[in-house]
């Protein structure tokens, strides 16, 4: 069965060009190492370093804190989610953007959720959370609705999980960010301002942690924001934040889904 990105939307460059998408997937393709590479780091330096640390000198992060009271993660930056706040299960990723209004255009950012099994890829189309399909199959992970041009501040797009409802099969939750009709509306993430990932803890409403997506991603039509991954029993978030240019079919294609 295939992926259904049109539904319910009034239009979608996903649906035909095939020649462009071509050329954003081929270009995509160099990028896959950073993909791939970073979510090996996150099992690997996951495992060995059993913190948030990212330095390689042992020295202490400075602590730091986000408006919204959470840690203030780096690039690459790893943070135990479940070790350091007991009780955690149900999470709220909160993404967030604002866009300049480049001659009247409009711009319509989306979330995505990958669940992925041991291979870094979805056991099926519908492991994809998103626009279209807004719950998981093991019901822990839920869409909660499509912002379509991101104003305001505060988060744009949020996405609900339960920790303890994910099915076991399932090692890393991916969070993406696309824009819609990127190609066809010649869009990037350098026309994109404020954005960032970051989670919270919903039965308590403090932030946990927060991930400024403040690169410069003018090459880039997507951005891999961050993953939530098993670690052991535990689970912990990776500040990933790599520029990819795939749009949403392409990512899809490189997890697996057809
Ligand atoms: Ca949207
Ligand atoms: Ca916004």
């Given at each position: 069965?295939?992926?259904?990105?049109?539904?319910?939307?009034?239009?979608?460059?996903?649906?035909?060009?095939?020649?462009?998408?071509?050329?954003?997937?081929?270009?995509?393709?160099?990028?896959?190492?950073?993909?791939?590479?970073?979510?090996?780091?996150?099992?690997?330096?996951?495992?060995?370093?059993?913190?948030?640390?990212?330095?390689?000198?042992?020295?202490?992060?400075?602590?730091?804190?986000?408006?919204?009271?959470?840690?203030v993660?780096?690039?690459?930056?790893?943070?135990?989610?479940?070790?350091?706040?007991?009780?955690?299960?149900?999470?709220?990723?909160g993404?967030?953007?604002?866009?300049?209004?480049?001659?009247?255009?409009?711009?319509?950012?989306?979330?995505?959720?990958?669940?992925?099994?041991?291979?870094?890829?979805?056991?099926?189309s519908s492991?994809?959370?998103?626009?279209?399909?807004?719950?998981?199959?093991?019901?822990?992970?839920?869409?909660?609705?499509d912002?379509?041009?991101?104003?305001?501040?505060?988060?744009?797009?949020?996405?609900?999980?339960?920790?303890?409802?994910?099915s076991?099969?399932?090692?890393?939750?991916?969070?993406?960010?696309?824009?819609?009709?990127?190609?066809?509306?010649?869009?990037?993430?350098?026309q994109?301002?404020?954005?960032?990932?970051?989670?919270?803890?919903?039965?308590?409403?403090?932030?946990i942690?927060?991930?400024?997506?403040?690169?410069?991603?003018?090459?880039?039509?997507?951005?891999?924001?961050?993953e939530?991954?098993?670690?052991?029993?535990?689970?912990?978030?990776?500040?990933?934040?790599?520029?990819?240019?795939?749009?949403?079919?392409?990512i899809?294609?490189?997890?697996?889904?057809?």
């Open positions: 069965m295939g992926i259904e990105f049109n539904s319910g939307r009034p239009s979608n460059v996903l649906g035909g060009q095939g020649g462009i998408q071509q050329g954003g997937i081929q270009q995509g393709g160099i990028q896959q190492g950073g993909i791939q590479q970073g979510g090996i780091q996150g099992g690997i330096q996951g495992g060995i370093q059993g913190g948030p640390a990212n330095n390689p000198f042992g020295a202490a992060p400075v602590p730091q804190a986000s408006p919204g009271g959470g840690l993660l780096t690039k690459g930056q790893k943070l135990d989610l479940t070790k350091s706040n007991a009780g955690l299960d149900f999470l709220k990723v993404l967030g953007w604002d866009t300049n209004h480049l001659q009247g255009q409009s711009y319509d950012l989306d979330a995505e959720v990958f669940l992925l099994g041991q291979t870094n890829t979805v056991p099926t492991h994809i959370v998103f626009y279209n399909n807004l719950v998981s199959p093991d019901g822990s992970t839920r869409y909660k609705g912002n379509r041009d991101g104003q305001g501040s505060g988060d744009d797009e949020t996405v609900e999980i339960q920790l303890s409802r994910v076991l099969d399932i090692q890393k939750i991916v969070f993406t960010v696309t824009i819609d009709e990127a190609i066809r509306k010649n869009q990037n993430f350098g994109v301002s404020n954005a960032y990932i970051r989670i919270v803890n919903q039965a308590n409403g403090a932030e942690c927060r991930f400024d997506l403040s690169e410069d991603y003018s090459t880039s039509i997507s951005i891999l924001a961050g939530v991954y098993r670690h052991g029993n535990e689970w912990k978030f990776n500040a990933v934040g790599t520029g990819l240019t795939l749009d949403l079919a392409g899809c294609a490189h997890y697996g889904a057809m």
